[in-house]
């Protein structure tokens, strides 16, 4: 490998020098990009799902519904509906207890909520990615007051992992074109260096200038002499 090396001119040895940095460094940008997207895609499904809940939350229709014998008679076909609306994949409204009111599957109405959802009791409104019966997701929990400010419900909205996974799908294609071009212009900026190099080393190897370097040396040390 060392003696094939060798065998390479200044400019070639230049060549693959810079081309190999410009790949590392765009494997390093590619993964930094990548990440970045992930999170503006996360963050943007948090704030979408936080702005759902609390609009809901503010709803007088819902605070006076949750306090009704049977709320979940009103309140699911309303939940259903601004599902569809907002493009979040569950609405759950439920009993500080966790009871449920609404669902996207009616089978789970009347049962415990999973997920977490203290600060909301302490009157907090939260984002958090947690796994919950359709499986993870990325939601925000909102406490539901009456008019007296007190917590009579709360409420979940949320987009599973798999949309968002989707969505951060949609933007792949520029990340990935990014980096391409980036690495495009750093081989072509390295061929033409690599090209101006060889043209004034005569495409020679440092090796055989040295040597070269040697010999001349030595013809004018004998001159001189």
Not at 131 to 153: F, H, N, W
Not at 164 to 174: I, K, Q
Not at 183 to 209: D, H, I, K, Q
């Amino acid at each position: 490998m060392i003696a094939w090396v060798r065998r390479w001119s200044i400019s070639t040895r230049l060549f693959v020098l810079q081309f190999v940095f410009i790949l590392v460094l765009t494997l390093i940008a590619l993964a930094w990009l990548w990440n970045d997207a992930r999170g503006i895609v996360e963050q943007s499904a948090a704030d979408r799902s936080l702005s759902v809940a609390t609009s809901i939350a503010d709803n007088p229709f819902v605070v006076s519904n949750v306090e009704s014998a049977d709320p979940s008679a009103q309140l699911e076909p309303y939940a259903q509906n601004l599902m569809a609306d907002t493009r979040t994949d569950f609405i759950t409204i439920m009993a500080p207890d966790r009871t449920r009111f609404t669902h996207p599957n009616p089978a789970e109405i009347g049962r415990p909520f999973v997920g977490t959802i203290e600060p909301a009791l302490e009157g907090r409104s939260f984002t958090e990615t947690y796994t919950g019966t359709l499986g993870p997701s990325v939601r925000a929990v909102v406490p539901i007051r009456d008019a007296d400010g007190d917590i009579v419900a709360l409420v979940a909205a949320g987009v599973t992992v798999s949309k968002v996974s989707v969505a951060l799908g949609e933007r792949l294609p520029f990340v990935f074109a990014f980096a391409a071009l980036t690495l495009l212009f750093g081989a072509l900026v390295s061929w033409a260096l690599s090209r101006y190099l060889g043209r004034v080393t005569w495409g020679r190897g440092p090796e055989e200038l040295g040597r070269m370097f040697l010999y001349y040396e030595g013809v004018l040390h004998a001159v001189r002499e």
